[in-house]
């Protein structure tokens, strides 16, 4: 199982990112997916996840209302629009599958992690 996240970069504050996380080697169609962020010199955070028929979405609330999780179970891919982009939210944002059967939202909850994308908002 790969799981590749992308679309990170550079962006001033106020800005918009997508980022996607394309997956190999496993069927998502059936998992929960989950976003995780981690700053310099902080713990890895919660940020969004989705179950796997996109019926019910979590966020974390520094991120509500400005990130959308989604995906696209045809392209084994989910995506994480981020809009109105802060400072506080640079960080290296990873995505990660759950074998849980409620959409999970803590850490120990994912069982495959993939290698993340750097986000680096400019205020």
């Known amino acids: 199982v790969q799981l590749q996240a992308s679309g990170g970069g550079l962006v001033q504050a106020g800005g918009s990112l997508r980022l996607s996380c394309a997956v190999s080697?496993?069927?998502?169609?059936?998992?929960?997916i989950g976003w995780f962020r981690q700053a310099p010199g902080k713990e890895r955070e919660f940020v969004a996840s989705?179950?796997?028929?996109?019926?019910?979405?979590y966020y974390a609330d520094s991120v509500k209302g400005r990130f959308t999780v989604s995906r696209d179970n045809a392209k084994n891919t989910v995506y994480l629009q981020m809009n109105n982009l802060k400072s506080e939210d640079t960080a290296v944002y990873s995505c990660?599958?759950?074998?849980?059967?409620?959409?999970?939202?803590?850490?120990?909850?994912?069982?495959?992690w993939g290698q993340g994308t750097q986000v680096t908002v400019s205020s």
């Open positions: 080697g496993f069927t998502l169609d059936y998992y929960c």
């Open positions: 989705i179950s796997w028929n996109s019926d019910s979405t």
């Open positions: 990660a599958v759950s074998l849980a059967l409620v959409v999970p939202t803590t850490i120990d909850e994912f069982v495959y």
